[in-house]
């Protein structure tokens, strides 16, 4: 499964390696389809949104752990749902790692950036159609360290101490920071035209859906939906 250890963790077999993109696939394509509300417009303009992040991530690997995709992880899941973050932050850190460095250490990038879209879903950063800027700020200098911790999670060995990883952890404090600053940044850059963007895909999905719910209505049928 592993041939080395790398900068990152294990580097995997070809083998490994296409399992663990088919794995992170159909997890997300599962969180994509699992909402009551899913539709193909809604797929086409979060699949767009994931390519634009995840080559926006591209351009910024010169700056050294400068990452656009968690501000975009916490506002997808803040405006669309847990769900639908969950297999943004998925499909993003995926794409974008298949351009960069790809390896063992993307399932645990894609997991820090699936509880990054959690935490936005969770966290009232759009309320009254407003977008909270100064909770978003603060949540994703939270969620800055929380992203740490789960992706040096892929260094981990048998053979590593408690001790040694909180090393590894203070080790990777001055990236941290630098990540959290930059996350203030594109706060202010970029979350007031996401959430225009996403407030607007929001409205049109749950104008669907209501158009759905009468014409099912009008033929006298039921239609049955879970909350997301």
């Not at 797929?43 to 995840?54: E, I, N, P, R």
């Not at 594109?186 to 007031?192: I, L, Q, S």
Request: glycine share 10%; with cysteine; hydrophobic share 60%.
């Amino acid at each position: 499964m592993f041939q080395a250890l790398g900068v990152h963790g294990p580097v995997l077999t070809p083998l490994a390696s296409a399992l663990l993109d088919i794995t992170l696939v159909s997890v997300a394509f599962a969180f994509f389809v699992g909402g009551s509300r899913t539709n193909r417009m809604t797929l086409g303009m979060l699949a767009t949104m994931v390519v634009a992040m995840a080559a926006l991530r591209v351009l910024m690997q010169p700056l050294p752990n400068v990452q656009p995709l968690t501000v975009a992880a916490h506002l997808v899941g803040a405006h669309l749902g847990a769900r639908r973050g969950v297999a943004f932050a998925i499909l993003a850190a995926l794409l974008s790692n298949l351009l960069i460095s790809h390896g063992w250490w993307t399932f645990f990038q894609a997991a820090g950036w699936a509880i990054v879209a959690v935490i936005g879903a969770r966290a009232n950063l759009v309320q009254n159609g407003q977008l909270q800027l100064q909770r978003l700020a603060l949540v994703s200098v939270v969620s800055a360290m929380v992203f740490s911790f789960v992706s040096t999670l892929s260094l981990v060995t048998s053979a590593m101490t408690p001790s040694a990883f909180i090393v590894l952890l203070g080790q990777g404090l001055p990236f941290d920071v630098v990540h959290a600053l930059g996350n203030l940044v594109f706060v202010v850059w970029m979350a007031p035209s996401l959430h225009h963007f996403l407030s607007g895909l929001a409205a049109s999905e749950k104008r669907g859906f209501w158009m759905m719910i009468g014409c099912n209505a009008g033929k006298g049928g039921r239609y049955q939906f879970k909350v997301d």
